[in-house]
Structures are given as structure tokens and as C-alpha cells.
């Protein structure tokens, strides 16, 4: 874009920072790239003022890992491209969906269970491929596929809106279906903040040492999640939102995903960074 959003660096760095510590304690067995948000010494002691004001907060230190060509996606709620697919397909990443007894999903509803929906991770330039969980295999090896699979579950679990037991009891009130979600096991940490994370990529590293797949890039930002208030919430429709969807939409409505050097309206800015 020609002109960007502010301060949007700083917050998606201090997010990513704020999710490593605490997925760390709420996983003991999660390891991450994380290492600190201070710049190294040499960096500090040799650029010029200026330019260390706007690294500060806009950049952290990371082991060095091979990155897994994976774009691990995760989805509570149907939305975006998994609705497209949906209406359709009947599918989602080529994986039959349905309602709670089989019944047809409306937009933005719960699923009763997480989906693990990966992608290719394709070069720059290039666009990233929806893939059956199944093909993740083929990319990066059954052994690291299903870890990967399992750490992404894992993760969105310890996150995974506490209001789902609420969004499940609205999508079965539009059906006028009574029958009672189940108990579910997820803990809800951002939705005890008034916030459904609706769904969420995540990425991995191999630690060629010793074979370990290793969480890294941003974690649980806006750029790499759809969070919608909880407040508002209300399956059948598109929500709205506090991530980069508003920016998304304006690109689609108006015929500029992927043009290079267009100039956001200030009240699309706005939105986007509110």
C-alpha cells in the first residue's frame, strides 16, 4: 500500500510477544523462536538514533530455524474462504462440514470442533494453495504433519472462545433445534477478554539439532487472525471485526487485491487500525 497503517508494526510485535510468554505457560512442552524485543547490542551501539526509534517495538530476536513451507490455519468458525468453499462444496479444505445432527452451517457459525484447514506456503509473489490435512504430508513429512496438526489444535484450544457453549446455543436457536451442545474442553482466554478469535494461522520451524517443530512468526495477531467482538456477535452473517478485514474487504470490493502502490481512504486506515 502507498500509505500504511499506524503503529500496526508495534502491535502486531507486542502481540506476538505477549502470546510466545503465555502459550509457553500455558504448553510446557511448546517451545518458540521468541528470544527478546531488545535490540542486539551491536545494532544499538552502531545506528543512529532515528532509526533505532522505529525498530524499537518493531522487531525481535528469533532463533534461526528452517521454516516449514506450511501455513498451519486453524478454524473455530466458518468465514471467508472456508464459507465460500462451503456453500459450494459442502466442504472446507475438502473436509465435509456440518451443523450439530448433521444440519447446514450459516454464516460466521461455530463448528463443534475445531478445523485444521492447511496451506501451502508459497514463495513471494505467489499464492498460497488450500490443501486436504491429509496433503500436508506430501510438503513436510507424515512425522512433522502430524505434529504440527497437533501443536496448532493444541495452541487454538488454550484459546478457543469461551463463548463457544453461547455461539453453538445461537446457531441451534436459528435452527429451533433444543438439543444441548456438549461440554466442551477448550479454555477461553481471549473470549474472557470479549473477543472470539474466529480463526488463526500459525507457522513452525524445524530446530535441525534435534528434530523439534518449534512455533514461530507472529502468533494471535490481526494480521494472522480474524478476531470479532463477542458483544455483537451473532451467526448468519458476516461479523465484524478488529483485524485487518476491513482493509480486505475495500481491496475486494474495488477490484485491488494484489495491485501494487494503492492508496487506502483514511477512514478505511481508521478501521483497520482501530
Not at 502470546?19 to 500455558?26: D, E, M, N, P, R
Not at 499464492?127 to 496433503?135: G, L, R, S
Request: glycine share 6%; charged share 25%.
Amino acid at each position: 500500500m502507498k500509505n500504511g497503517i499506524p503503529l500496526k508494526g508495534a502491535l502486531l510485535t507486542s502481540l506476538s510477544e505477549f502470546w510466545f510468554k503465555l502459550l509457553q505457560s500455558l504448553i510446557p512442552t511448546l517451545r518458540t523462536h521468541f528470544i527478546s524485543l531488545s535490540l542486539p547490542p551491536k545494532l544499538s551501539e552502531t545506528l543512529p538514533p532515528p532509526i533505532i526509534s522505529q525498530l524499537q517495538q518493531r522487531c525481535m530476536q528469533t532463533r534461526r530455524l528452517k521454516v516449514f513451507p506450511i501455513e498451519a490455519i486453524v478454524r473455530g468458525y466458518i468465514t471467508g474462504s472456508a464459507w465460500k468453499e462451503y456453500t459450494e462444496k459442502g466442504t472446507v479444505h475438502g473436509i465435509r462440514v456440518s451443523g450439530p445432527n448433521g444440519t447446514k452451517l450459516v454464516e460466521s457459525q461455530a463448528f463443534e470442533e475445531p478445523l485444521y484447514t492447511p496451506s501451502t506456503k508459497a514463495e513471494a509473489g505467489a499464492k498460497d494453495e488450500n490443501i486436504h490435512p491429509d496433503q500436508a504430508a506430501a510438503v513436510v513429512g507424515e512425522k512433522f504433519a502430524n505434529r504440527i496438526e497437533q501443536l496448532s489444535l493444541e495452541i487454538y484450544d488454550k484459546v478457543y472462545p469461551f463463548s463457544l457453549y453461547l455461539s453453538l446455543s445461537l446457531s441451534l436457536s436459528l435452527q429451533n433445534d433444543q438439543t444441548k451442545p456438549q461440554t466442551f474442553q477448550a479454555r477461553l482466554y481471549a473470549l474472557s477478554r470479549g473477543i472470539i478469535i474466529a480463526d488463526t494461522k500459525f507457522e513452525f520451524g524445524l530446530d535441525p539439532s534435534n528434530d523439534e517443530v518449534i512455533l514461530i512468526d507472529e502468533v494471535l495477531t490481526p494480521d494472522s487472525s480474524r478476531f470479532w467482538p463477542l458483544a455483537t456477535y451473532l451467526p448468519g452473517s458476516p461479523q465484524e471485526s478488529f483485524d485487518k478485514q476491513h482493509l480486505r474487504d475495500w481491496l475486494t470490493e474495488n477490484k485491488l487485491r494484489g495491485v501494487e502502490g494503492v492508496e487506502v481512504p483514511d477512514d478505511v486506515v481508521k478501521k483497520t487500525g482501530g
